[in-house]
């Protein structure tokens, strides 16, 4: 057991849970961050602990700058270094462009890219003076292989890309990796809100005909973090292999 710290955030459900057990499970002491689902948090802080792994769940906003960084320091006091970083945190307000109120599009971009920015800000000093570290950012396959009515999202994403690799570059001299995961569709309970009774047209575009399950997004991040390490300023895609309309 390596007992390295991760920080995982929006980790209280979906996605963002599957990577702090799978993380838990590989030893990590971890520190999760929610918005809004209290009763989720604690249930999954007290899942992690059963596991005989110290587990900060914390409240945060990430487009919020002022809320990251309270979270961060609550970090910092109860685990005094950061050794993994996975910015997973995100939302969607899906809408034609022509159509999309400026707040819709404000919010996204300011939770998805500019939050990510600001969390990765916020551990890239204790890494440096470390001289270690992993920062793992989640993107999307709307990135490259955007939906209709994805414009604001897609922009956010492509924008977390473009930030690992330009992040990659000026970390390397202090060994730090950045890599991101772009996943496709996968089976949550926000996926199902949006996909609605559109699923069956959805699959038909997968070449593996069926929506990945959040465990193997973790797996994928738990690789980078445990096993890539010649990996840096990379996008590793999850995508079942989504074609194109």
Known sequence: MNHKIAVVTGGSRGIGKAIVLALAGAGYQIAFSYVRDEEA?????????????????????????NSIKGFFERVEQQFERIDLLVNNAGITRDGLLATLSINDIAEVIQTNLIGTLLCCQQVVPGMMRQRSGCIINLSSVA?????????????????????????????APRNIRVNAVAPGIVNTDMTAALLGAHEQEVQSRLLIKRLAEPQEIAEAVLYIAERGHYLTGEVLSVNGGLKMP
């Open 41 to 65: 948090a604690m249930a999954l802080r007290a899942e992690v602990e059963a596991m005989g792994r110290e587990c900060l769940a914390s409240q945060c906003d990430v487009k919020d700058g």
């Open 143 to 171: 990135a490259q292989k955007p939906g209709k009515g994805q414009s604001n999202y897609a922009a956010a994403k492509g924008g977390v890309e473009a930030l690992t690799r330009a992040l990659a570059v000026e970390l």
